[in-house]
C-alpha cells in the first residue's frame, strides 16, 4: 500500500506560482511514476504531467506545457508539482496518483491516490 497526501492548494491570484506537494508513506515510493490529475467542477480528471520513478523524464500536457514542472525528492517521498502563470481555468482539485506505469493517461489498474488539494485561481 502506498499513502499519498496533496497538500499546498488554496486561493491565488492569476498569475500565481504555488508548488502543490504529493508526500507518500507505505512501501518504496521510488518504484512508482507520479501523475497529476486535476479536476474541475462538472468536468472529468484530466491528465497534466507524470513524472518517471527517477525523476529523469517527465511529459505534460499541452495545456500547461511550459508552465508547470514536476520533480521528486526520493528521500523525503515527495513529488512536487510547481505552477506557474496560473489561469482562471486552472481552479480544480489536484490529485496525484503513484503507478507503475509512466503513461499520460488517467487511470492505471493498482494506481494509488490521493485525496486531493483546492486550487483557485482568481481573476
Known amino acids: 500500500q502506498v499513502q499519498l497526501v496533496e497538500s499546498g492548494g488554496g486561493l491565488v491570484q492569476a498569475g500565481g506560482l504555488p508548488r502543490l506537494s504529493c508526500a507518500a508513506s507505505g512501501r518504496t515510493f521510488a518504484i512508482y511514476a507520479v501523475r497529476w490529475a486535476p479536476q474541475a467542477p462538472g468536468k472529468e480528471r484530466e491528465f497534466v504531467g507524470v513524472?518517471?520513478?527517477?525523476?529523469?523524464?517527465?511529459s505534460y500536457a499541452d495545456s500547461v506545457e511550459g508552465r508547470f514542472t514536476i520533480t521528486r525528492d526520493n528521500a523525503k517521498n515527495t513529488v512536487y508539482l510547481q505552477m506557474n502563470s496560473l489561469k482562471p481555468e486552472d481552479t480544480a482539485v489536484y490529485y496525484c496518483a503513484a503507478s507503475l506505469a509512466y503513461a499520460r493517461g488517467i487511470y492505471y489498474s493498482g494506481d494509488y491516490w490521493g485525496q486531493g488539494t483546492q486550487v483557485t485561481v482568481s481573476s
Open positions: 513524472i518517471s520513478r527517477s525523476g529523469i523524464n517527465t
